[in-house]
């Protein structure tokens, strides 16, 4: 593993690179919002990244959200750590609400349906996006009892 690697990695579990990561959002949607996806802040250190688009549960407005996945076979997985707030994320609550969504990866835009996991599914899938990132564990831990939701997004006809 490189030894810029392993920094990002120890970074992801500090408490000021979570506060930091909260700040730099929404410049990160905007520079993948104009490269169409081929470019995100996240996606450079190595990182699986996509740009989720899910519809506002109360507006009906598209809302857009870069994100870590884990590849799945033929799906993506993604979490809603919060950066480890007590609080769901936004864009869950709407994958819940409606779980048609897009996403964008590698610049192609993509359909996909959402999928909340449990069980034995979510151990799995859980295991998947620890090895992605495992400041996941730090994160879940920080979420005051939150159960992080899990979604599996599989790609709509």
């Known amino acids: 593993m490189r030894p810029y690697w392993s920094l990002i990695r120890w970074m992801g579990h500090q408490r000021w690179f979570a506060a930091f990561g909260r700040t730099a959002m929404p410049v990160d949607r905007?520079?993948?919002r104009a490269t169409r996806g081929r470019w995100t802040l996240i996606g450079?250190?190595?990182m699986p990244a996509l740009v989720l688009t899910?519809?506002?549960r109360r507006?009906?407005?598209p809302r857009t959200q870069p994100l870590l996945?884990?590849?799945d076979g033929d799906g993506y997985v993604v979490i809603g750590s919060n950066w480890g707030q007590p609080n769901h994320p936004a864009w869950s609550g709407n994958l819940i609400?409606?779980?048609?969504?897009?996403i964008v990866v590698g610049g192609?835009?993509?359909?996909?349906?959402?999928e909340l996991a449990s069980g034995a599914e979510r151990d799995r899938l859980r295991r998947l996006l620890i090895e992605v990132w495992p400041a996941y564990e730090t994160y879940e831990r920080r979420a005051d009892g939150r159960e992080l939701r899990i979604f599996r997004l599989?790609?709509?006809?």
């Open 69 to 71: 996945y884990a590849p």
């Open 44 to 46: 450079r250190h190595g």
């Open 154 to 157: 599989t790609r709509r006809a």
């Open 54 to 56: 899910t519809t506002g």
């Open 30 to 32: 905007w520079i993948q």
């Open 59 to 61: 507006t009906g407005q």
């Open 97 to 102: 609400a409606n779980p048609d969504a897009t």
């Open 108 to 114: 192609r835009t993509v359909p996909v349906r959402a």
